[in-house]
């Protein structure tokens, strides 16, 4: 690492990101739940409510963040990608559907992706970088990010640092991720359809998010941290993501940072060789369908 470029001499480097899924991941699972409004309701309230409040904090303590957005919410709520880009943050590529890429035939993920393109192109929105919805990638996912010239990839789990992918002959950048660092896994719960089982303290997840922070200092990482507006908007839940902010910004050696400024650093850093995307190759006669 004595070489490497990508973190700027920063302990840790920290990308703030929010997905803004709004309804997407519930019609997903089925569009009769349309008509359930309490879920809708509770989806709704992280465009509507949480964004809003987010941008504030953010503004208050000078921190840029990425906002991954699925162009149905993009197209469904006009104007809330080129507020989140005035305020001079990044809105990058999380499918139009929130429709996992492994459900998908790559024709139907094909026409997936090429849609939210579409919509961002529409709204003038420039789009760099992507995300799968659920972070479930296929190699089809892989090849439509560098058929379409986006920089970077946030979706897989292979490393805690930035990392290359080759694919063909164009290098994508990976800024990996983990359930850890995902409030979905300790806020999640919905009666209808079921999601989740228990909803955890702030206070407990700040704990663990600090205690990562911490170790990710040490050994000079990635601190890439996932929200949900719908989750993290709330009040006692960004109230933690204030504290976890202002303690890092205190630390004095955490940088905080778009993914798409980091992807650039990543993809001018040279000690970072590609390396090959995941290629299991499974045999029917242990491992069936």
Known sequence: MTDATWHGGAAAVATLTFDVDAE??????????????MTMSHQAYGPDVGVPRILELLDELGVPATFFVP????EQRP???????????EVAHHSYSHRAPTSL?????RADFERALEVFDAQGIEITGHRAALWEATTTTLELIAEYGLTYDSSLMGDD????????DRPVVELPVHWSLDDWEQYAFLPEPHVGSAIESPRKVLELWQAELDAMRHYRCLFNLCLHPFLSGRPSRLMAVRELLETA????DVHFTRCRDLAAAAHADPTLAPRNPPAVTADPTIYPV
């Open 249 to 252: 910004q205190s630390d004095g």
């Open 79 to 89: 104007g809330l990608a080129a507020t989140i880009v005035e305020r001079g943050h």
């Open 105 to 109: 035939t790559a024709a139907e993920q």
């Open 161 to 168: 640092r930035p990392y290359v992918l080759g694919i063909g």
């Open 71 to 74: 162009g149905w919410v993009a």
């Open 24 to 37: 997407t991941p519930i019609l997903a699972a089925g569009r009769r739940y349309a008509d359930h409004l």
